[in-house]
């Protein structure tokens, strides 16, 4: 019964992750939220929008050409995926608002591999040092 509670709330979260017909020119207005040393330290923060295109972040048409270019950049990392426990550091985001007309609200952080790969996918999203 867990199981199938888990499969359906993946599930979901995956389908409000994908775009649907005719959304990518849908309004986006997200906040972004950087915790470069962890959330134990100071935040960074900035906004984004794309359509028209403006907002705090650094070249936000440059990153709004990278989201438009993939298919969900926000789905999260699959439940079964196999990862290198690689570390990648204690960098923490969160991101929300609206992307392509849907609500986002999803962390990244970059504690294995498939985590550290998800962050690089919309690293343009997080200007900090590594």
């Known amino acids: 019964m867990l199981a199938m509670r888990g499969l359906l ?8 992750a994908l775009p649907v017909a005719g959304a990518a020119h849908a309004r986006t207005e997200l906040r972004i939220r950087v915790w470069p040393d962890g959330t134990g330290g100071r935040s960074k923060l900035w906004a984004l929008s794309c359509g028209p295109v403006g907002g705090t972040l650094p070249r936000p048409a440059h990153a709004c050409r990278v989201l438009a ?36 609200w999803t962390w990244f952080r970059r504690r294995n591999g498939c985590e550290t790969a998800r962050w690089a996918r919309v690293h343009v999203l997080f200007p900090i040092r590594m």
């Open 69 to 104: 270019s993939i298919r969900a950049p926000f789905a999260p990392v699959p439940s079964d995926a196999v990862c290198s426990e690689i570390y990648g550091g204690p960098q923490v985001a969160l991101v929300t608002g609206t992307f392509r007309g849907r609500r986002v």
């Open 9 to 16: 709330v993946f599930a979901a979260a995956l389908v409000l």
